[in-house]
């Protein structure tokens, strides 16, 4: 498993009769400054890694407003963790 950059937005279009609310962009590649991300779509996003805030362009011109952070993806159903260490490193811990 590796870290992966994740940006997450808000799915305010909901052109795909997508009834869940959080877009789950991971950076793909950069072209031209241009991001390119593969996406999922989540019910909430859980975050045990560090974040920010982001400009990021996501097409010629058009700019979009995103939470960022770096870290290890995980699904629990329709749940995104994204976490510093690997999740079942960081459940260990935990208990």
């Known amino acids: 498993?590796?870290?992966k950059q994740i940006h997450i937005r808000f799915n305010n279009r909901n052109d795909n009769d997508n009834p869940l609310p959080w877009r789950v962009?991971?950076?793909s590649d950069e072209v031209d400054g241009v991001l390119q991300?593969?996406?999922e779509f989540a019910s909430e996003v859980r975050f045990f890694a560090p974040v920010v805030t982001s400009e990021d362009q996501v097409a010629a011109g058009?700019?979009?407003w995103h939470i960022r952070s770096q870290g290890f993806v995980s699904w629990d159903?329709?749940?995104?963790y994204v976490?510093?260490?690997?999740r079942s490193a960081e459940l260990a811990a935990r208990a």
């Open 1 to 3: 498993m590796e870290q």
């Open 25 to 27: 962009l991971t950076k």
């Open 37 to 39: 991300f593969t996406q």
């Open 62 to 64: 058009v700019f979009k």
């Open 77 to 80: 159903g329709d749940v995104c």
């Open 83 to 86: 976490t510093e260490k690997p």
